[in-house]
């Protein structure tokens, strides 16, 4: 069965590195937070292909791990900052995670 998740906050670690970037495997990781601050997952943006799992996945605790290259940060960024609601959901036989709105009719413009 699916684990849907309401996100209502997050927070962002984009990282730098210079030369040093090569030992670690993320450009930035998206806290994704219920309204109380404690975590429900992050989505985790690679540096490298090579470093990209072939899955996403959820821990016992319920903690869900969604995985991108780094070139979907801004669009998942985006979706955070401009839509209302976001939810993270997990289909363990999938062993797929997604960042999702709701349903919107079509034309609705932002306020």
Request: no cysteine.
């Amino acid at each position: 069965m699916a684990t849907i998740e309401y996100i209502q906050k997050y927070d962002i670690a984009y990282y730098a590195g210079g030369n040093n970037s090569k030992n670690y495997s993320y450009r930035a990781i998206i806290g994704l937070r219920r309204n109380d601050g404690s975590l429900i997952g992050a989505a985790y943006f690679h540096r490298s292909q090579d470093t990209l799992p072939d899955t996403d996945s959820q821990s016992s605790s319920g903690y869900i791990y969604v995985h991108y290259p780094e070139s979907d940060f801004w669009h998942v960024y985006d979706m955070l900052r401009n839509e209302d609601p976001v939810y993270v959901r997990y289909v363990p036989g999938w062993e797929m995670a997604s960042i999702n709105t709701s349903l919107e009719p079509v034309g609705e413009e932002e306020t």
